[in-house]
């Protein structure tokens, strides 16, 4: 099954004040696993970039001035995630921008239905802990030191790997760093293996049994 992980960052809060998308960041999943599919791209979001969120990403009104609308990249994005689920952190506030931007130029917008919150998971799995993205890698030993910043391909990294240790299920996982402003590639430790132990069934414990029996003491006694 395949799935996507997905983060944005924005000028500002609210797009009731007017705010917009500046960064659109996608890794996609098959069956948990990272693959090297990806979407990412910086915008213009012909608005000036609050303080509060600069801040928080650095992207300053100069650096995004020359990058693309969201219109002109929008058919490319909605490919991309087309008839998959989407995973994402704080679910409320991506899609609302998302959805904003989509209602702007006249798309349909992204249906809940489509989107699952890591936000909603770690609150129903973890309840009166922190959860967020920080609070999450800290508690499954994930390292988020690269994390100077919020940028999308990072955040997404990062919570692909929240995500699978979520579900409880503990995958190979794929670390992808940023190589220049409208890509990324892999870091020299690509995989980053999570072992998945399976315990065996009644029957395959009994055979095993019957083989030492037969084949130790024949060879060993």
Known sequence: MKEIVLDTETTGLSVRDGHRIVEIGCIELDNLIPTKNIFHIYLNPERKVSQKAFEVHGYSDEFLSTKKKFAEIADEFLDFIKDKKIIIHNAEFDIGHLNNELSLIGKKKISNSNVIDTLE?????????????????????????????????????????????????????????????????????????????????????????????????????
């Open 121 to 221: 998971l770690a609150r129903n799995k973890f309840p009166g802990s922190g959860i967020s993205l920080d609070a999450l890698c800290k508690r499954f030993r994930i390292d988020n030191s690269k994390r100077e910043k919020h940028t999308a391909l990072i955040d997404c990294d990062l919570l692909a790997k929240v995500y699978i240790n979520l579900i409880d299920q503990k995958e190979p996982t794929l670390n992808l760093v940023e190589s220049n402003e409208n890509s990324i590639s892999e870091s020299k430790n690509t995989l980053e293996y999570y072992k998945k132990v399976i315990a065996p069934s009644k029957d395959e414990l009994s055979k095993h049994n019957e083989f030492l029996k037969k084949y130790l003491k024949k060879n060993y006694f």
